[in-house]
């Protein structure tokens, strides 16, 4: 009998919030409406079996029909445009989640909430 390995969806999102966070521009991970409801039930249902939940708050990490698609919430630096920073948060999540858990990611999705005002000298 072979072992097989399952990489559960909060551990890959936890690999996405840091790679995430680790890209230059990138002022925190944000949570919409709809993050701050899953983060919520997930964090019940993982208090109530004794989990300790993976840190991947701003990120979503779903498998379905096969396909594996991450979402990330940020806020970046208003001395960087904000697409910039997207489409590299996309190209340094797809190759951590690669890289760290050998899956390969259909798609990563990047919305940007907040924009936080550069500093002026």
């Known amino acids: 009998m072979s072992a097989q390995w399952i990489i559960e969806e909060p551990v890959v999102a936890a690999v996405a919030a840091d790679a995430a966070l680790a890209t230059p521009g990138v002022v925190r991970l944000e949570t919409g409406v709809g993050g701050l409801v899953r983060s919520w039930g997930r964090g019940k249902w993982q208090q109530v079996k004794g989990i300790t939940p993976a840190p991947a708050t701003g990120a979503l ?3 379905g029909d096969g396909d594996l698609r991450v979402r990330v919430g940020i806020a970046t630096s208003g001395a960087v445009p904000a697409a910039a920073v997207a489409r590299q948060v996309q190209r340094e999540v797809r190759a951590a989640v690669t890289k760290q858990t050998g899956l390969d990611v259909a798609e990563v999705s990047v919305v940007v909430l ?8």
């Open 61 to 63: 990490a779903e498998f």
């Open 114 to 121: 907040d924009i936080e005002p550069a500093e002026v000298p």
